[in-house]
């Protein structure tokens, strides 16, 4: 059992028979009465979000999930597929189960896989990628990296806000938590 004390970002906890990921949570305390927690959630199986609100010092059972090696293979109309790299197993997850999380991503790339009693239930990919510009708007002689910013398509198809001086065919290290560009790879 997990108190609200204990509560963070990206835990997944059960509440209501479904699985829920915290996406956002706010301690709250009133001039009377006592604290509460508002917890903004993400079912893990249908991808609904709520947010709901619980007294504080609420209890919630803590949710153990496998972690297995994945590889992606192919996106496939409104599923995306993926294959266990032990055990050569082939399996599609939906757009709305992986969220973001698909932005970041590229066929072959090796993954985490969660699973919740032998069902996949979400991905976890690493903190940062490194992604090719494929569009931008050329930059300009005397552009500089303390300069203004411009928007540039990755080879994933998301767009992110870069320094002047990046170019077409630049390898780019991308925070998958935020989107934002972090450094150019030489």
């Given at each position: 059992?997990?108190?609200?004390?204990e509560?963070?970002?990206?835990?997944?906890?059960?509440?209501?028979?479904?699985?829920?990921?915290i996406?956002?949570?706010?301690?709250?305390?009133?001039?009377?009465?006592?604290?509460?927690?508002?917890?903004?959630?993400?079912?893990?199986?249908?991808g609904?979000?709520?947010?709901?609100?619980?007294?504080?010092?609420?209890?919630?059972?803590?949710?153990?999930?496998?972690r297995?090696?994945?590889?992606?293979?192919?996106?496939e109309?409104d599923?995306?597929?993926f294959?266990d790299?032990?055990?050569?197993e082939?399996?599609?997850?939906?757009?709305?189960?992986?969220?973001?999380?698909?932005?970041?991503?590229?066929?072959?790339?090796?993954?985490?896989?969660?699973?919740?009693?032998?069902?996949?239930?979400?991905i976890?990919?690493?903190?940062?990628?490194?992604?090719?510009?494929?569009?931008?708007?050329?930059?300009?002689?005397?552009?500089t990296?303390?300069?203004?910013?411009?928007?540039?398509?990755?080879?994933?198809g998301?767009?992110?806000?870069?320094?002047?001086?990046?170019?077409e065919?630049?390898v780019?290290?991308?925070?998958?938590r935020?989107?934002?560009?972090?450094?150019?790879?030489q």
């Open positions: 059992m997990i108190d609200t004390g509560l963070r970002k990206g835990i997944i906890i059960q509440h209501d028979g479904e699985l829920q990921r996406i956002d949570y706010q301690h709250v305390k009133q001039g009377r009465g006592s604290a509460f927690v508002r917890l903004s959630m993400r079912n893990l199986r249908t609904s979000t709520t947010t709901q609100t619980f007294q504080a010092g609420s209890k919630f059972p803590l949710v153990r999930l496998e297995q090696r994945a590889q992606y293979l192919y996106p109309d599923h995306y597929n294959m790299i032990d055990t050569f082939q399996f599609a997850l939906d757009r709305e189960t992986l969220g973001d999380a698909i932005n970041y991503i590229k066929e072959n790339d090796v993954i985490d896989l969660l699973t919740f009693e032998g069902q996949p239930i979400d976890e990919i690493p903190i940062t990628v490194q992604l090719t510009v494929v569009r931008t708007d050329p930059g300009l002689r005397g552009d990296a303390t300069g203004g910013t411009k928007p540039a398509t990755l080879e994933t998301v767009t992110v806000n870069v320094p002047l001086f990046i170019n065919g630049d780019l290290k991308i925070d998958t935020t989107g934002q560009y972090i450094e150019r790879v």
